[in-house]
């Protein structure tokens, strides 16, 4: 448990370097008890009124891509919300990353199915796509952290008929339709484009 709450710690140390405010946390734990996963959040972030999520422990865990250990870096996963749903989305946060530590691979245009109906049962949004963070101005791609390669990754909310529209054209498309809608990212109640 030490190394965990270590490693976090590093993790932290280099967000600060990005984000001049303080987080709160927030802890999660599996169905075993087992597995602790820390949530970030930061109020006001990437503008005000939104609020910023992020894993800071998740990439002490292994990342596992067709049943083998991938040695090219670890994940953390973040996502940006409106403010007075940050609660909402710490627990969705905190379900992908369960997911990543029970060997789900986690990467650019990746989803992961039913996330969010798990928590939200009156959205439209129900599963989770991947993409590289692009609405901070802070340099979120990618940085070696105690010598782990570590890349953040934007959890993007999408519908089931989203969803769909990926696994029928990929996952590229549909974020390229997102761009053109110019959807709210950050709206869990927002209407599917589709």
Known sequence: MSDIISHGK???NHLKTL???KPSFSRFWDSQNENPITIATWQNRPEIGLSTIMTVDLSYYPLVKYGELYTKGKAEIMSVCIGDDHTVFEDIIAQCARCVVNK????PNAIFPDVIKIYVTSSEMKHVFFDKPFLWSEDLSCAVIENIKTMWLMAIPISDAEYQY???HNV???GKLFEKEKIEYWDINRKSIL
Not at 104 to 107: D, K, Q
């Open 166 to 168: 990926a696994i029928e």
């Open 19 to 21: 984000f001049d405010d």
């Open 172 to 174: 590229e498309k549909l």
């Open 104 to 107: 789900y691979f986690c990467c």
């Open 10 to 12: 590093h993790v932290c």
